[in-house]
C-alpha cells in the first residue's frame, strides 16, 4: 500500500542533521550564513527525502506567491484557451503558477477580476483587453497582449501583417473585389487586420467591409449577411477577420448554391481547432501562441524582478509584435474568369 506518512518538514530535516530549523530554512532559500558545504548537505538531505517547499510559507517569508494572473475576455471564444494553454506553459517553464479569469465580454468584470486577482496576491498579470479598453494600473506589473494599436500593449500577433498576407495571397488569385467580413467596428484586433488587407490590395483590386454587429443591430442576431448576393454583384473573394466569421460566412454560401472556391473564395484568421476539418477545410493565417507567450511571461517576470510585484506598471517587451504565418488550404483558390464576367454583367 502506499504511504500515508506525511512528508518531511523543516524540524524533521534540522533534527535528522542536528542543525537548527534556522539553518535549514536559511540553507534552502539561500539566505543567512550558512557555509557552502553545510547548504549542500542539507539541500542534498532534503532532496533524498523527498522534500517539496510549502508554497504559503515561502510567500510568508520572500514575500512573493509565485503565482501569476491571465485575465481573457471569453473563454468560450475558442481562441483564448489555445492562449491560455500557452501562458501556462511559459509560466510552468520558468516555475510560476497561473490563476485564470474570464471578464465575460464585459468591461466592469473585467476591472472586477482584475481586483480579485490581485487580493489573491498574484506577483503579475496578462491581460487580453476586451474591445481594446485600456487597463488602469493595476497594483502589480501588467503585460497587455492585444495588439500594436492598442495602448500599453506589451507583445502580440502582427494582425496588419497578417492581413497583408492574407491581401497578397488573394491577389496571387487573381481576386479583384473583396468584402471584408469583421464582427466589431471597435476592436483594434479586427481593426488593424481590416486595414492590413486594404494594405496589401494591388492596383485593380477594391475592399467593402461588412461589419455584422451593426447589420444586426438593423436586422436581428442570426440574421444573413447576403453574400450570394455579394457574389452575384461581382464580389469574388471574403476575407473574415477571425475563423469564426469565416464558419458563418462559408455555411451561408454554401446552403445558398455558391461553390467554395469555385465560385467564391473564403479566408479567416487565427486557426482554430476546427479550420482545417470544416469543407472545405479553410484558408487562415496562425498566430505563433508560444512565442507570444514566452515573451509576455518573460517580460511580466523581469519587471517583476526589478521593480517588486506591488508597484503598477504596465510591461514593454523588445519585441511588441510576432509575425503571423499564411496556412493555404481548399477555401480560396483561383477566380475562374469566366463566371466572373458572367456575375459582373449580370449584376
Known amino acids: 500500500m502506499p504511504s500515508t506518512r506525511p512528508g518531511p518538514n523543516l524540524s524533521r530535516i534540522a533534527t535528522s ?8 530554512s536559511n540553507a534552502l532559500s539561500g539566505k543567512g550564513r550558512v557555509s557552502e558545504q553545510l547548504a549542500e548537505k ?3 538531505h532534503a532532496t533524498d527525502l523527498g522534500y517539496i517547499p510549502s508554497q504559503a510559507g515561502r510567500a510568508l517569508r ?3 506567491s509565485g503565482v501569476l494572473g491571465l485575465v481573457l475576455p471569453d473563454i468560450a ?3 483564448f484557451p489555445k492562449l491560455a494553454q500557452a501562458i501556462e506553459f511559459a509560466a510552468t517553464a520558468a516555475g510560476y503558477g497561473v490563476l485564470i479569469a474570464d471578464s465575460r465580454g464585459d468591461v466592469a468584470a473585467q476591472t472586477e477580476a482584475i481586483n480579485r486577482l490581485i487580493e489573491r496576491g498574484v506577483e503579475g498579470m496578462v491581460i487580453v483587453p476586451r ?5 488602469s494600473a493595476a497594483s502589480c506589473p501588467v503585460a497587455v497582449i492585444d495588439t500594436a494599436s492598442t495602448p500599453g500593449n506589451t507583445v502580440a500577433a502582427d494582425h496588419m501583417q497578417g492581413g497583408w498576407a492574407i491581401a497578397d495571397h488573394l491577389a496571387e488569385l487573381g481576386h479583384k473585389r473583396i468584402l471584408i467580413i469583421g464582427n466589431n467596428p471597435g476592436s483594434n484586433v479586427q481593426n488593424d487586420r481590416a486595414g492590413g488587407i486594404r494594405s496589401g490590395l494591388r492596383p485593380g483590386m477594391t475592399s467593402t467591409t461588412l461589419w455584422i454587429e451593426r447589420l444586426e443591430r438593423d436586422l436581428g442576431s442570426g440574421c444573413r449577411l447576403g453574400l450570394a448576393e455579394k ?10 477577420l477571425s475563423d469564426l466569421q ?3 460566412a462559408l455555411t451561408e454560401l454554401q446552403r445558398d448554391g455558391i461553390d467554395v472556391p469555385a465560385m467564391a473564395s473564403v479566408t479567416g484568421f487565427d486557426d482554430l481547432i476546427w479550420s482545417p476539418v470544416i469543407t472545405p477545410s479553410l484558408t487562415t493565417v496562425a498566430m505563433d501562441m ?3 507567450a514566452e515573451i509576455a511571461i518573460s517580460s511580466l517576470l523581469r519587471t517583476i524582478q526589478t521593480s517588486g510585484s506591488r508597484e503598477g506598471t504596465l510591461v514593454t517587451a523588445e519585441t511588441d509584435r510576432v509575425p503571423m504565418q499564411l496556412v493555404v488550404r481548399q477555401s480560396s483558390g483561383p477566380v475562374d474568369p469566366t463566371q466572373n464576367t458572367s456575375q459582373t454583367e449580370n449584376s
Open 231 to 240: 457574389v452575384h454583384q461581382g464580389f469574388t473573394a471574403f476575407a473574415a
Open 290 to 292: 508560444v512565442t507570444i
Open 131 to 135: 474591445r481594446a479598453t485600456r487597463i
Open 17 to 24: 542533521l542536528g542543525v537548527s530549523v534556522a539553518t535549514v
Open 246 to 248: 469565416a464558419l458563418r
Open 42 to 44: 542539507i539541500k542534498a
Open 77 to 79: 471564444n475558442p481562441l
Open 62 to 64: 520572500t514575500g512573493r
